[in-house]
């Protein structure tokens, strides 16, 4: 059941909900005994029984904790005991990143460039740790009063060395389809790369003021298919052909032709200004799509659509019982 305001949990009152994703509900709450105000990330109570969601959540409880960086939001407990699993975050006064470009359509040159710089590094870091976002999109990155962008929700961020705990053609926490790089739209588990491609589309985006991939009316497994096998429009002519370039390579389909780090990816936004489309010479993308690649998306969409019924069933199923039980 949700959370209600006013409620105690432990020593943190809820003071009103933030947001609702997947698997999980946040919540602004205050620390009563710092004073201090938090978000507490909670899980999907209704899927707590399900192995595989649980296991997400304590993976992403554990890289949480273990990140700090100015551009990344912080776990602000250290596992104390609890009356239940969730998640102490810093609390951040910000905007998300996806409603400052639906109030202003697009970026500028430089507002994108910085915002840019700050995620490449915060992305070096967390690739440093061994770890990998792989969902990285602009309702995952906040932007502060300053400038400061900050990335948050590390829900299906993976560790490298850890284990599957999906099969890999039928899970439907692999990203957000417009943000996907085609490896992961593959069924593979991605890596650095994989959160390069990402912050790619977000520079396009940022500049274009709508992602390269998907339209109004797009289902997600349209969107996927774009990401295989279409080109993306040309960015507005004011775009430096060096940031173009930069653009570009961080979303060449092949992950060998991308950056392979994001220092490396870093060093060229802190010099675009000074590098030109000489400096980006690519082969010709090549189509993605391997075969069978349409009936495994076809499973990935039922695997989708199947996952949100079972939801639908274990609400009704829990409303049904709390009613029962009046």
Same mark, same amino acid.
């Given at each position: 059941?949700?959370?209600?305001?006013?409620?105690?949990i432990d020593h943190y009152e809820i003071l009103q909900p933030l947001g609702e994703g997947g698997f999980a509900s946040t919540y602004l709450a205050r620390d009563e005994r710092?004073?201090?105000?938090?978000?507490?990330?909670?899980?999907?109570?209704?899927?707590?029984?399900?192995?595989?969601?649980?296991?997400?959540?304590?993976?992403?409880?554990?890289?949480?904790?273990?990140?700090?960086?100015?551009?990344?939001?912080?776990?602000?407990?250290?596992?104390?005991?609890?009356?239940?699993?969730?998640?102490?975050?810093?609390?951040?006064?910000?905007?998300?990143?996806?409603?400052?470009?639906?109030?202003?359509?697009?970026?500028?040159?430089?507002?994108?460039?910085?915002?840019?710089?700050? /995620? @490449?590094?915060?992305? =070096?870091?967390?690739?440093?740790?061994?770890?990998?976002? #792989?969902?990285?999109?602009? %309702?995952?990155? $906040?932007?502060?009063?300053?400038?400061?962008?900050?990335?948050?929700?590390?829900?299906?961020?993976?560790?490298?060395?850890?284990?599957?705990?999906?099969?890999?053609?039928?899970?439907?926490?692999?990203?957000?389809?417009?943000?996907?790089?085609?490896?992961?739209?593959?069924?593979?588990?991605?890596?650095?790369?994989?959160?390069?491609?990402?912050?790619?589309?977000?520079?396009?985006?940022?500049?274009?003021?709508?992602?390269?991939?998907?339209?109004?009316?797009?289902?997600?497994?349209?969107?996927?298919?774009?990401?295989?096998?279409?080109?993306?429009?040309?960015?507005?002519?004011?775009?430096?052909?060096? /940031? @173009?370039?930069?653009? =570009?390579?961080?979303?060449?389909?092949?992950?060998?032709? #991308?950056?392979?780090?994001? %220092?490396?990816? $870093?060093?060229?936004?802190?010099?675009?200004?000074?590098?030109?489309?000489?400096?980006?010479?690519?082969?010709?993308?090549?189509?993605?799509?391997?075969?069978?690649?349409?009936?495994?998306?076809?499973?990935?969409?039922?695997?989708?659509?199947?996952?949100?019924?079972?939801?639908?069933?274990?609400?009704?199923?829990?409303?049904?019982?709390?009613?029962?039980?009046?």
């Amino acid at each position: 059941m949700p959370h209600q305001v006013g409620e105690r949990i432990d020593h943190y009152e809820i003071l009103q909900p933030l947001g609702e994703g997947g698997f999980a509900s946040t919540y602004l709450a205050r620390d009563e005994r710092s004073g201090q105000q938090v978000v507490l990330k909670w899980p999907d109570e209704s899927l707590l029984g399900d192995q595989t969601v649980f296991e997400h959540f304590r993976r992403e409880m554990a890289i949480t904790r273990r990140l700090r960086h100015p551009n990344i939001q912080a776990a602000v407990d250290e596992g104390e005991s609890r009356s239940a699993p969730y998640l102490i975050l810093e609390y951040i006064e910000g905007t998300p990143l996806h409603r400052l470009l639906r109030e202003r359509g697009k970026l500028s040159v430089e507002e994108t460039v910085a915002i840019a710089r700050q /995620l @490449a590094s915060a992305l =070096a870091y967390i690739h440093e740790q061994q770890v990998y976002h #792989r969902d990285l999109k602009p %309702e995952n990155v $906040l932007v502060t009063p300053d400038g400061t962008a900050k990335i948050i929700d590390f829900g299906i961020a993976l560790m490298q060395g850890a284990r599957r705990m999906t099969w890999r053609w039928l899970t439907n926490a692999t990203g957000t389809p417009a943000y996907m790089a085609p490896e992961q739209i593959q069924g593979k588990r991605g890596d650095a790369r994989t959160d390069i491609y990402a912050l790619g589309i977000m520079m396009y985006e940022m500049l274009k003021g709508r992602a390269p991939y998907g339209r109004p009316g797009d289902d997600p497994l349209a969107v996927m298919q774009q990401h295989l096998s279409a080109l993306p429009d040309a960015l507005p002519g004011n775009v430096p052909p060096g /940031l @173009a370039g930069i653009i =570009a390579k961080a979303m060449r389909r092949n992950p060998d032709e #991308r950056y392979q780090s994001a %220092e490396e990816l $870093l060093a060229d936004l802190d010099r675009y200004e000074q590098l030109t489309a000489a400096d980006f010479q690519f082969p010709e993308e090549r189509d993605e799509r391997v075969p069978n690649a349409d009936r495994r998306l076809i499973l990935l969409g039922l695997a989708m659509a199947g996952g949100f019924i079972a939801l639908v069933a274990v609400v009704i199923g829990v409303v049904v019982l709390v009613q029962s039980l009046r």
